[in-house]
Nanobody
Framework: QVQLVESGGGLVQAGGSLRLSCADS????????MGWFRQAPGKERELVAAISWNGDSTHYTDSVKGRFTISRDNAKNTVYLQMNSLKPEDTAVYYC?????????????????WGQGTQVTVSS
């Protein structure tokens, strides 16, 4: 069973950085592709970044390319999202999710395990 818990959110000024972490308490973390999503008030949830089971393949939405980096440490059952040069439009609740496939997943439907979310607020 996959149980995801996010941490690392908070309030930061524009131009600052945050690193989000998502830990899985299960024993099958390395079997899953992982993704980070975000949802701002009044907007649909969107995929921010995704990573394959071994970290060899990644995907980013255009608005975060060059600023965000997704990575994972399978020995620690953890996936990370390093966010640099943050902008007020990055403000959202960020969720990590797991998909029951080893390859990178860029669509919403295959993600079947979700964390509870962590708030990221970027002030101008």
């Amino acid at each position: 069973q996959v149980q995801l818990v996010e941490s690392g959110g908070g309030l930061v000024q524009a131009g600052g950085s945050l690193r989000l972490s998502c830990a899985d308490s299960g024993r099958t973390f390395s079997w899953y592709a992982m993704g980070w999503f975000r949802q701002a008030p009044g907007k649909e949830r969107e995929l921010v970044a995704a990573i394959s089971w071994n970290g060899d393949s990644t995907h980013y939405t255009d608005s975060v390319k060059g600023r965000f980096t997704i990575s994972r440490d399978n020995a620690k059952n953890t996936v990370y999202l390093q966010m640099n040069s943050l902008k007020p439009e990055d403000t959202a609740v960020y969720y990590c999710a797991a998909a029951s496939t080893p390859v990178v997943v860029t669509t919403f439907a295959p993600y079947n395990y979700w964390g509870q979310g962590t708030q990221v607020t970027v002030s101008s």
